[in-house]
């Protein structure tokens, strides 16, 4: 894995910890809504604005790594839930990102009760 030169927040999980998410999404205003969701529901979130920088944060970003579609195939991704938020509501869109290996396809705008539903989903290491 190739290190970023920029500083990063660490992703890694102590047990006396909130829950840590990492929440993805290329709308400034969107990420602020889900930050603000579930820091509410008593997680600490990192926000990334693209599938790039995600993978950077979760120390991935080795240019070998698969497009997001295939990220449940690498043995380092296996474990973490992946949830989509999407304002998609296509039928075909949401199926590939289940067969994708996401557990939950949520849709734009969250709501306080998606909040609820995406804590189901937090695992603490």
């Known amino acids: 894995m190739a290190s970023s030169s920029s500083s990063l927040p660490s992703m890694e999980f102590d047990i006396d910890e909130k829950p840590h998410v990492l929440a993805v999404d290329d709308s400034l205003i969107d990420r602020k809504v889900i930050e603000r969701?579930?820091?509410n529901s008593t997680c600490r979130v990192t926000t990334a604005e693209n599938g790039k920088r995600a993978l950077e944060y979760l120390g991935l970003a080795d240019g070998q790594h698969p497009n997001h579609g295939d990220l449940k195939?690498?043995?380092?991704m296996k474990e973490i839930p992946v949830v989509v938020v999407s304002s998609e509501n296509i039928p075909t869109r949401i199926n590939q990102c289940m067969e994708g290996g996401a557990?939950?396809?949520?849709?734009?705008p969250l709501q306080l009760s998606d909040a609820k539903k995406?804590?189901?989903y937090v695992v603490i290491y």
């Open 37 to 39: 969701l579930l820091t």
């Open 73 to 76: 195939e690498s043995p380092n």
């Open 103 to 108: 557990q939950e396809f949520l849709l734009k």
């Open 118 to 120: 995406l804590r189901s």
